[in-house]
């Protein structure tokens, strides 16, 4: 079954238990997928990679909001953007370790001979490749970042 399809079934049953934090993470989802479908012009579905990036963002979205809530003291906001989240990780792959995700950065180092951070951009692409949505952009650049510095 694809990541939409199991999109769809969470969403069925979100409104048959009238769960409206899932109801609402997952139509938000939902939106973004066919948003990404319309733009490309494709009446092809999107790959597997590409609804996970648009997974990963939404994560990220939530979080980034949750994060200014709660700078703003306004706990009430935070947490439903916090629980949206939540509803929408569970559609991701496993998150790897900071220490597997090291890991893939030596690994990626070794293979182009990075030598500084003019390299960083060489490396970043083949951990990202790699990693395929399991762990966020942010880590494997700080990552990447301590290791050629």
Known sequence: ?????NIMT?????MKS???VALTALRAVKSAILLA????????ELTEEQELKI?????????DSAAIFLEQ?????????????????????EAMSEEAVGKLVEDAIAKTG???MKDMGKVMGIVNQAVAGRAD????????KSKLS
Not at 10 to 14: G, I, S, V, W
Not at 37 to 44: D, F
Not at 55 to 63: A, D, E, T
Not at 73 to 87: F, N, Q, S, Y
Request: no cysteine; aromatic share 2%.
């Open 73 to 93: 003291g306004r706990e009430d906001l935070a947490t439903p953007e916090l629980e949206e989240a939540e509803v929408i990780s569970q559609f991701l792959p």
């Open 55 to 63: 997974l990963q963002k939404q994560v990220k979205q939530r979080k």
């Open 137 to 144: 952009g942010k880590t494997i650049s700080t990552i990447v």
């Open 37 to 44: 479908q319309t733009e490309s012009g494709a009446k092809e």
């Open 114 to 116: 990075a030598e500084g």
């Open 18 to 20: 009238k769960n409206t």
């Open 10 to 14: 969470a969403l069925k049953e979100a």
């Open 1 to 5: 079954m694809s990541l939409s399809a």
